[in-house]
């Protein structure tokens, strides 16, 4: 299965300047359950981002500069070639950035989206999600408190039956 996900504001915004805009513990936390032990298959940027690969995950890069090289990481040119290093049956999940997750979305089975309730600037955005190809089966609302600046929202969407038969 392919999966997405991700944390956007109301307005899709992902982050600004290769950064995160909030932060959110119980977000970080949901991200680390559901990825752990798990192919993650991201853009460079995006991998640039952190400071070290993430724990407990293979890492799928995916470039356009045939010359770059980090350690711990499979390294590819396309979303075709992407795929193709993951095992069959296995789940694997596009965790960004905005390019990626736009290029991925026809051929994604599943969206696991943290919606932050804030309309905020960014450079980097989730793409529109069309519900006639999407199914809501799941949300789970928390309000803002100590540790988190923001209300968010867990959702999980399904392709509709109709987009599997196409």
């Known amino acids: 299965m392919i999966i997405q996900i991700a944390a956007a504001s109301t307005n899709n915004v992902l982050g600004k300047d290769n950064k995160i805009v909030w932060h959110l513990p119980d977000d970080f936390k949901r991200f680390k359950l559901l990825t752990s032990g798990h192919y993650i298959i991201m853009g460079r940027k995006t991998f640039e981002s952190f400071d070290k690969p993430?724990?407990?995950?293979?890492?799928?890069?995916?470039?356009?500069?045939?010359?770059?090289?980090?350690?711990?990481?499979?390294i590819v040119n396309s979303?075709?070639?992407?795929?193709?290093?993951?095992?069959?049956?296995?789940?694997?999940?596009?965790?960004?950035?905005?390019?990626?997750?736009?290029?991925?979305?026809?051929?994604?089975?599943?969206?696991?989206?943290?919606?932050?309730?804030?309309?905020?600037?960014?450079?980097?955005?989730?793409?529109?999600?069309?519900?006639?190809?999407?199914?809501?089966?799941?949300?789970?609302?928390?309000?803002?408190?100590?540790?988190h600046k923001f209300d968010f929202t867990f959702q999980t969407y399904i392709k509709n039956n109709l987009e599997h038969k196409v």
């Open 54 to 74: 993430l724990p407990n995950r293979t890492h799928v890069v995916i470039t356009n500069n045939k010359n770059f090289k980090a350690n711990d990481c499979i």
């Open 79 to 147: 979303i075709q070639e992407a795929l193709g290093v993951v095992p069959k049956n296995q789940d694997v999940y596009i965790i960004g950035g905005g390019e990626i997750y736009k290029q991925f979305l026809n051929l994604s089975d599943k969206i696991e989206l943290t919606r932050v309730h804030v309309k905020t600037e960014g450079d980097a955005f989730y793409p529109e999600i069309n519900l006639t190809n999407w199914k809501l089966i799941y949300e789970e609302h928390h309000q803002k408190d100590e540790k």
